[in-house]
């Protein structure tokens, strides 16, 4: 049995943009797990060039709870070529980015009180107690955020947890939370069940310079619904829900 941190992170809109994309800025619809390591180092007050090194071996299950949408919405940026006075306080021409936002897919009416909702399960490194982790989600050093800056957020929920983990189950089994799509052999979805699956390329680490060390295609499910599968990969046990483990 391991300890493992359960948390949802929640805010009103996000933006993870695809690190393939160029001059739109294309999202992700959930947070890529250099995403989570960049919140959980600013939570626990990590330096941005020491972070990545310090949490490789953080390991992370990412599920939906609140179903979603996306907009595109034209963002007026600066334009710095020089890093002028002039240039970064606004007063130079600006450019305008075709940016893709992640909104929670919800009724007009619900809009003031509807918010992103993602499920964090989240196994510590070898040197950080599921205790302290959870210490830190509850009082952040650096305020969480949903991909960039604006897209400010927040933690509820959170709570430690006794799990199981495991690997290369052969069995078909029920998975909660995003999958590594190399590692999945055979799906067994169930008829009548609405789903919204989701595959693309995500992020997995970064080096200390922000540098990308590794990618995988991950599949999720939007509506949050489990994915019944046989699955090749590491996953963790916690009561009657399997997370599958990624990172």
């Known amino acids: 049995m391991s300890e493992v ?8 809109f996000g933006h993870f943009r695809r690190f393939y994309t160029n001059s739109s800025s294309l999202s992700y619809p959930i947070p890529p797990p250099t995403v989570v390591r960049g919140i959980v180092g600013g939570a626990l007050g990590l330096e941005r060039d020491e972070y990545a090194d310090r949490l490789a071996e953080l390991r992370m299950g990412i599920g939906v709870r609140q179903p979603l949408r996306t907009i595109m919405q034209t963002i007026n940026a600066l334009m710095v070529k020089s890093a002028s006075d002039k240039e970064l306080r606004g007063f130079a021409a600006r450019t305008q980015i075709p940016t893709q936002l992640v909104l929670p897919d919800t ?8 918010a992103l909702r993602y499920r ?8 950080l107690s ?20 604006y897209c400010l957020a927040w933690f509820e929920e959170i709570d430690v947890r006794e799990g199981t983990l495991g690997k290369d ?4 089994a029920e998975y909660h939370g995003a ?15 609405r789903r919204k699956l989701s595959r693309d390329r995500y992020p997995l680490r970064l080096d200390r310079n922000r540098r990308l060390l ?10 949050g619904h489990p994915i019944r599968c046989r699955y090749r990969g590491p996953w963790v046990q916690i009561g009657e829900e399997r997370w599958a483990l990624i990172g």
Do not use: M, Y
């Open 130 to 149: 599921a205790a302290e982790l959870a210490a830190a989600l509850r009082a952040p050093v650096f305020p969480p955020a949903l991909g960039v800056a």
């Open 179 to 193: 999958l590594d799509a190399e590692r999945v052999e055979e799906f067994a979805l169930e008829s009548g069940v």
């Open 120 to 127: 964090l399960v989240l196994v510590p490194p070898t040197w």
């Open 214 to 223: 590794a990618a995988t295609d991950l599949i999720v499910d939007l509506l």
């Open 169 to 172: 189950d052969p069995e078909f």
């Open 5 to 12: 941190v359960l948390c949802d992170l929640r805010g009103k």
């Open 107 to 114: 009724e007009r009416d619900e809009w003031n009180s509807a």
